[in-house]
């Protein structure tokens, strides 16, 4: 079994030492272990609180388009002022491979633009020349099909991709209708139409892969890139399951400075408490939403937050916790009246349909069931939000600078200076960008049907992570704050109208007549679309399970957690590789991002020995 491997569980792993501890087999926590572990003389024990997940929703690259709620946790917001205090949730994986076990399969990059900001946050070496080899060391492309290929016109750049463990492909079936979006996207004016994406370039409309392993026409995952392939042959390479990481324990010294020792954990099993020890250093891979909490809980993080939990503060550490990002969604509809058959809606409304393509993935492995996302792409600027108008980009852009910053952020960014100035320098870097069609405001991922969500790839508002004061070792208080800014809800009302435009274009003829179901075409000013946007739960998501940032890597005078060495500030031999490093939030979704940070993470800490 692969059940623990290596490690035991239970009382023999009471008081082991390891080189190295990670907290959380997920997508950074696997890529870390295996590369740390390539080195034979190097050990490595791995941490995770969830069990390897073998049923056929891990595997079958159709289930992407469910949640497989067995091994997600719903970690619940607080109510949420600028959506009727409406409490919604975050989904987090509990599962040996983390997100990308269950997570939507797209795999987009961000621009140049996205990483050049974390380089000028104070972070050399993490700008897009710094992270695309580590792009590329990760991942294998798997072209569709010759046929599928002539048939859709899909194109690529084979230069985006290397010979890594992580296998993407963009699938060969594609529902008919794509080819009218297709050739919408083609003449929409001011929009790039590239022959391909993740080489950096930012807003276009795009072929974009999945994270499907062309070789078996399955999930392609953190479990099944990084950690099944190696572990049979690495005795120094542990991982346990079922094991929940509760505490950083700390090596006393009389000069009050702080160094992690180990780690202690408590077995969902029975229930008992044992210490684990790292010799190197102590790395945190449990996400943006766990890897804070666990910070917090053993005294990390702002001494108020950790004082109402009476939390002895070993560290007063203002950035963990803070700078909550996401990607908050509108779930724009349309509906239309001439769709073809089959079409996305045709696998869920039509029996005889369902039961031929399950028939047909389970013999040849082809067809819809083997695959899930949208492989179509549609990336916009600032300026293609507003009608390709640059001075209207510009003028927001001023008034963004304009705005009395901590009048829209959350309440212990104006009693924590270095907070206020992080915020201040992530703010004139996007008012930069935002006036250029450099960086990407929204995605839509198309399927050819009328499902055009709208995720808000650069939000102004800022969360919070805390512990709850009345039961700290519960999951922590989410505080999305989302639309707290109000240009956030004015970049909103734009992509709703550029929407609109968007379907108003003739190539759309042959889809017969199309209505706008959400928000509503009776909506016009920027107040009535929010309004309904905001007034239903189903219509405006805080959180597209893309948390990140709430261990910012940033200088300590930003409001940082992580130098870009990825060490804790002020802490020795304790690290964070997972998305909660993410200073700003990527225009796109964040599997991409996260497999080369982790990359990156190991080649540092590696080096540092
Ligand atoms: C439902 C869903 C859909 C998504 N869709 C997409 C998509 O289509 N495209 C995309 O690019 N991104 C998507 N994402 C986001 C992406 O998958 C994540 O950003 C990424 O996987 C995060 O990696 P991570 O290493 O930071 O954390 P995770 O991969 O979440 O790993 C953290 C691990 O730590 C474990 N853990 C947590 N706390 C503890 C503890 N105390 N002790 C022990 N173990 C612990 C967890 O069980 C988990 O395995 C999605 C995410 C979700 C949840």
């Not at 509906?335 to 039961?355: E, K």
């Not at 963004?400 to 992530?426: D, M, N, R, T, V």
């Amino acid at each position: 079994s692969q059940q623990a491997r290596g490690a035991g569980t239970g009382n023999s792993l009471d008081g082991r030492t390891y080189d190295y501890v990670i907290v959380g087999g997920g997508t950074s926590g696997l890529v870390v272990a295996n590369r740390l572990t390539e080195d034979r003389r190097t050990t490595v024990l791995v941490i995770e609180r969830g069990y390897f997940d073998n049923k056929p929703e891990a595997i079958v690259p159709w289930y992407g388009n469910l949640l497989d709620v067995g091994v997600i946790d719903f970690v619940p917001s607080a109510p949420n002022p600028k959506l009727g205090n409406a409490v919604s949730s975050v989904a987090v994986a509990s599962v040996v491979g983390g997100g990308t076990v269950v997570n939507g399969m797209g795999y987009i990059r961000g621009s140049k633009a996205d990483y050049d900001s974390w380089e000028e946050l104070g972070n050399p070496g993490w700008g897009w020349r710094g992270l695309y080899p580590y792009f590329r060391k990760g991942t294998t492309f798997d072209p569709p099909t010759p046929a599928a290929v002539s048939q859709w016109n899909i194109t690529w750049l084979p230069e985006a991709f290397g010979r890594g463990p992580l296998h993407l492909k963009i699938p060969s079936f594609q529902y008919p209708d794509i080819a009218t979006f297709w050739r919408a996207l083609r003449n929409q004016p001011g929009v790039a139409v590239p022959r391909g994406a993740n080489v950096g370039n930012g807003p276009g409309a795009y072929w974009t892969p999945s994270t499907i392993d062309g070789r078996t026409e399955t999930r392609a995952t953190a479990r099944s890139a990084y950690y099944d392939p190696v572990y049979a042959q690495r005795p120094n390479l542990h991982l346990v399951t079922g094991q929940t990481a509760t505490e950083i324990l700390f090596r006393p010294t009389s000069q009050g400075d702080l160094t992690a020792k180990g780690i202690r954990i408590v077995s969902r099993a029975d229930n008992q408490t044992r210490n684990v020890y790292a010799k190197k250093e102590v790395i945190l891979a449990a996400g943006s939403v766990m890897t804070p909490h666990l910070l917090q809980v053993s005294g990390i993080g702002p001494a108020s937050v950790l004082g109402a939990a009476n939390i002895t503060v070993k560290k007063d550490l203002a950035g963990v916790g803070a700078n909550y990002q996401d990607h908050a969604t509108t779930m724009t509809r349309y509906s239309l009246s001439n769709q073809s058959f089959p079409n996305p809606d045709t696998i869920f409304l039509n029996a005889t349909y369902n039961a031929t393509v399950w028939a047909e993935y389970l013999s040849n492995k082809t067809g819809p069931i083997a695959g899930a996302s949208a492989t179509t792409l549609l990336l916009l600027s600032l300026p293609h939000l507003l009608n390709n108008s640059f001075s209207t980009a510009a003028s927001l852009s001023s008034r963004l600078l304009a705005q009395p910053a901590s009048q829209y952020l959350p309440e212990i960014y104006s009693s924590k200076p270095s907070l206020l100035a992080g915020f201040k320098a992530q703010r004139a870097i996007l008012a930069r960008n935002f006036k250029t069609n450099d960086l990407s405001l929204v995605a839509h991922a198309l399927l050819g049907n009328g499902f055009f969500p709208g995720p808000l790839l650069k939000p102004l508002s800022r969360g919070t992570l805390y512990l709850n004061p009345s039961d700290p070792h519960s999951p922590p208080i989410i505080q999305f704050n989302t639309l707290m800014n109000p240009i956030d809800g004015e970049n909103i009302a734009s992509m709703v109208r550029h929407g609109r435009r968007f379907f108003a274009s003739p190539e759309f003829a042959p889809l017969g007549e199309i209505t706008e179901l959400v928000p509503g075409s009776q909506y016009q000013t920027d107040k009535e679309i929010l309004d309904v946007l905001t007034g239903n739960a189903d219509y405006l998501w805080p959180s597209l399970a893309h948390p990140s940032g709430t261990c910012a890597m940033m200088p300590l005078r930003l409001g940082g957690v992580v130098g870009p060495d990825l060490r804790v500030h002020g802490v020795k031999r304790l690290s964070v590789v997972d998305a909660s490093v993410i200073p700003l939030i990527p225009g796109g979704a964040l599997q991409a991002t996260v497999y080369a940070v982790a990359e990156k993470a190991a080649d540092l800490i590696r080096a540092r020995g």
